[in-house]
């Protein structure tokens, strides 16, 4: 069954340094996500990506976050600059057209110390 | 106001008991709607989507009514690993929007 890969599942990063976080949506997919999840919390948006830009972000995704999908197969995640508030699971995401779920990567467990 | 709210539980129920999450939502042009079923630090997973007509998959059930914004999930003959968060979610744009999930522990 086809699904969505991410790594690293585990980053552990001094605050202020760039990370960035990977993932190959599902092949077919057109519809790209990116959300996180702090300990404890619910699920929270970060930003939507479709025909190769961003369709929508939250307030979360500041000028500190950035996405990429630089080959056709992996969809990237950017953060310039960590703060510890940025510690957190984060999960991507792909659908297909239609108002169809989306499937979730297992997730990178970002850690900033 | 949140775009999704769900009754956080916990809900501790028997092995064979059937139990019932509600969630309701604040947009009424939400488009489609879903439940997902998330295991402690894992990945929230896709369970079921949710039909104003009602659907229905083995021991689940699940039930959409537009005109009240509310969303229904029924788990018949309730199995140990059952035990997990039940997270009703809504697609309203470009974005699907979680509700903080309910948590189910089934007892032996």
């Known amino acids: 069954e086809p699904e969505v890969t991410q790594t690293p599942s585990h980053q552990v990063t001094q605050m202020g340094q760039e990370v960035i976080l990977r993932c190959v949506p599902i092949?077919?997919?057109?519809?790209f996500y990116w959300y996180r999840q702090i300990l404890g919390q619910k699920v929270e948006f970060l930003v939507s990506?479709?025909?190769?830009?961003?369709?929508?972000k939250s307030e979360i995704f500041d000028d500190q976050f950035s996405v990429e999908r630089p080959d056709g197969s992996n969809f990237t995640l950017k953060i310039r600059s960590t703060k510890l508030e940025d510690s957190a699971m984060y999960f991507c995401?792909?659908?297909?057209?239609?108002?169809?779920?989306?499937?979730f990567g297992q997730g990178t467990r970002l850690t900033v110390v | 106001r949140k775009e999704v709210e769900q009754d956080p539980g916990p809900f501790n129920v028997p092995e064979g008991a059937t139990v019932a999450f509600n969630c309701t939502y604040s947009?009424?042009?939400?488009?489609?709607f879903f439940w997902y079923r998330q295991d402690c630090r894992k990945e929230p997973k896709l369970l079921m989507s949710v039909y104003s007509s009602g659907n229905e998959d083995g021991r689940f059930t699940a039930q959409l009514n537009r005109a009240s914004q509310y969303i229904s999930l029924l788990i018949r003959d309730s199995k140990l690993s059952d035990s997990a968060t039940y997270l009703c979610?809504?697609?309203?744009?470009?974005?699907?929007?979680f509700g903080t999930g309910t948590s189910l522990t089934v007892i032996p």
């Open positions: 947009n009424s042009a939400s488009q489609s």
């Open positions: 092949s077919n997919h057109l519809y």
């Open positions: 995401a792909s659908r297909m057209a239609g108002g169809v779920g989306a499937f």
């Open positions: 990506f479709y025909n190769n830009e961003i369709s929508e």
């Open positions: 979610v809504v697609n309203t744009g470009n974005q699907f929007y």
